[in-house]
Structure formats: C-alpha cells, structure tokens
C-alpha cells in the first residue's frame, strides 16, 4: 500500500469519563501533513458480556442459550458443551447434511478449527469466540479450516450458516495466559488497520506488525516478538472482519513498550460517513475487556489520506520475564 499520501490526525472526543486524546503519528518520507477533524466516540471499557448490536448477525443458530451469552462464550464451560441443541440436520441430494467442527489448540495459543458442511459448500459462516466475531466462505466442497487466536483457556467457537444450522466445539488452551491479546472488529468495508510497534520500531521496519507485515507464530512461541492475525473474508456478504495483535508478555527476555495504534484509510466505501467498531483486550492473564468506537470519516476529497488515532487501545508495557 503506497503511504506517500497526506497523513490526518484525528481529534478525539470521549464519552464516559475514559480519557484518550487524538495525535499525530510520523510517518518516514512523507509530504507535509494536514489537520482534519474526525470525531470519535469512545465507550467505557466493559468486560466482555455482549456486543454492539450492528455487531450480533442475524444468522445466530438456535441454540439453547440465550444470544447474549453466544457472544460471550468465555461464560460457558466445558460441562455445557453438551447442553447446547444445535438444530436437527437436512439432508439433500440423498446424503446428510450433518455440520461437524473441531477445534485443537496449537502453537501461540491459537486454535486450529476445522469444519465440514456438506450442505454449505461456498456459503457465508460466522464464527463466535468470546465477543470475537467473523465470517468466512466455505470451500465449495463444504470445507473449512483456519487458526483463531484463543481468548479463554476454556476456548467455546460457534460456528453459524445463514439458514440457522450449525456446529459448536471446545479446546482447552492452558498458554493464553502468557499473552497478551488486543483484537479491533468491524463490519464491511471500513478501512480499519491495526498497527502495533515494537519497541521504538520504526512504520515499515522490523517490529512493525500489521497487515502488510504480520510476523509469525513462531516469534510468539520463543518470545522473540509479537504477530498479527487477520480473519475473515471481505467477499462474504455483509462481512464481519476483525484483525488481532499478539505479543508473549509472559514469556519474553525483552523490556519496554509496544506502541499500539488505530488507523483509518479515507477510502470510498467509508468516506463521510459514520464507521463503528469495537476492541476486545486480554493483558497480563486479566479479565477479558470490550469498548466501542465510533468514527466520523471526513469528507471524499480525503479520499487517499489516513486517519491515525492514537491511544484508543493503550500501549503494552513489557517487562522481561
């Protein structure tokens, strides 16, 4: 992505007594930067309990529990599992139609979920974990395989089709407490990046984690460093996309601060307009936290130019283990 554009600084507003202010971030080898106000909501942070209700999908599966609680699986423990009734399987062109999903848990305290949906092949389906929310497409033969970083030791996903058929399934990841986790979500084609800087790493240089440079789970797994995890698929109608930053605070020999920034790409889809989203964070092995945003986009003829806004999640203070 060229960055060779005008940088804009958004000035942020608060709702609640939550102070966060709005700063110029530098960029190397820019032109001069201008100013536009791009007003932002911020919400109290709240533990994870629900979600925004532009965020809760309206392909939700029937199960036995109420929705509230399919968008804060944290609450659900393994003995439930078997307490949730999925609906009864169809069967088409003479074989079943059974939904099945497993998740095992892997390295960096990730989880691999697998699942297999005969009936389903190229359709949307959202997966839920604790507040974390995205859809994907399946493969046309009814298969689905990706990694989804754990927030809970006791790991519940969810897996939802438009037409209220699902599959649910539970991995026990004992390494979450090591890291340090900071997800930001939103719905459609927003413009929405999450920049994380790792000790005074300049944009663009080694230890600058985002999209375009991700890291890997390996740096996690030995504490080398952090890395970015990217989920769901733009194409799926009406998408829910979150990108999730992971750093191994309790594992690794390095000391100070992970400069963590929101940034927005003025584009045509979100130009004037209105774009919501929501952070979930998990530090040092504490309570699972949400808060929600809301940011003005200037007008079009910004088109090209980024928004970044500062200090809407807080930086990570890292001490050496």
Not at 164 to 187: H, K, T
């Amino acid at each position: 992505m060229d960055r060779k554009f005008t940088v804009r600084i958004a000035a942020v507003t608060l709702c609640a007594a939550l102070a966060i202010g709005g700063a110029m971030q530098s960029f190397p080898s820019t032109p001069k930067r201008t100013v536009a106000q791009a007003p932002v909501v911020v919400s109290d942070v709240q533990p994870v309990s629900s979600t925004p209700r532009d965020f809760v999908p309206k392909d939700l599966p029937a199960v036995a529990f109420l929705p509230e609680q399919i968008v804060s699986t944290a609450a659900i423990s393994a003995d439930t599992v078997e307490d949730i009734v999925m609906p009864e399987p169809s069967v088409e062109a003479g074989f079943a139609c059974d939904v099945t999903m497993t998740a095992t848990p892997v390295a960096g305290a990730m989880m691999s979920v697998d699942i297999t949906a005969p009936c389903h092949g190229s359709e949307r389906v959202t997966l839920h974990h604790s507040g974390l929310m995205f859809t994907m497409l399946m493969q046309p033969d009814g298969g689905l395989s990706v990694e989804i970083p754990a927030l809970t030791e006791q790991a519940l996903v969810i897996a939802s089709f438009l037409d209220g058929g699902g599959a649910v399934a539970m991995a026990e990841v004992s390494s979450v407490p090591f890291y340090d986790r900071v997800v930001l979500q939103w719905r459609g084609d927003a413009g929405l990046q999450l920049h994380a800087r790792e000790f005074d790493a300049e944009y663009f240089a080694d230890g600058h984690i985002w999209h375009g440079a991700g890291g890997d789970t390996s740096r996690a797994a030995t504490g080398q460093g952090g890395f970015l995890t990217v989920l769901g698929t733009g194409d799926a109608p009406d998408a829910l996309l979150a990108e999730v930053y992971t750093f191994p605070s309790g594992m690794t020999q390095a000391a100070g601060t992970v400069a963590l920034t929101i940034e927005t790409e003025i584009i045509a889809s979100n130009c004037d307009s209105r774009v919501e989203a929501q952070t979930l964070e998990i530090r040092n092995g504490g309570e699972l936290t949400s808060k929600e945003l809301t940011i003005d986009v200037p007008g079009c003829d910004a088109v090209g130019d980024f928004l970044l806004l500062k200090n809407l999640v807080e930086d990570l203070t890292i001490a050496a283990k």
